[in-house]
């Protein structure tokens, strides 16, 4: 008697009910304020980035959701969550306990953004 196996695509999910990322975190860090940051990567096209473009550099996976994205050399840390179509960009730096979520939102340059 013949088996069928049938094949399926596994889905990791980070925690329940939360998105798939689009990035993964590369073995390229640097230390920042004291905080050892990872250089991501796209893992699929997105709305800023095409798949196996670098950006920039996060603490965690918990620091980026949804179609956000960070590039050049802008930091994201701490408890700091970047949401929505956010894209953070240039020399910015994101930390502290701080959400930034908007569909049009923009960071960039020397920008630093912190909770106080």
């Known amino acids: 008697m013949d088996k069928q196996i049938k094949?399926?695509?596994k889905v990791y999910r980070h925690a329940k009910n939360e998105p798939i990322k689009h990035f993964k975190l590369t073995r390229e860090s640097k230390k920042?304020?004291?905080h050892i940051l990872y250089r991501i990567k796209a893992t699929i096209d997105s709305l800023h980035a095409k798949k196996g473009e670098?950006?920039?550099?996060?603490?965690?996976?918990h620091n980026l959701y949804f179609n956000a994205w960070i590039t050049d050399e802008a930091c994201?840390?701490?408890?700091?969550?970047?949401?929505?179509n956010a894209l953070i960009y240039g020399d910015a730096k994101v930390f502290g306990d701080i959400i930034?979520?908007?569909i049009d939102y923009?960071?960039?340059?020397?920008?630093?953004?912190?909770?106080l």
């Open 7 to 9: 094949k399926t695509k």
């Open 32 to 34: 920042v304020d004291g």
């Open 54 to 61: 670098l950006g920039g550099w996060v603490e965690s996976i």
């Open 76 to 84: 994201v840390y701490g408890n700091a969550r970047i949401y929505g």
């Open 100 to 102: 930034v979520y908007d």
């Open 106 to 115: 923009n960071t960039y340059g020397n920008a630093h953004v912190l909770d």
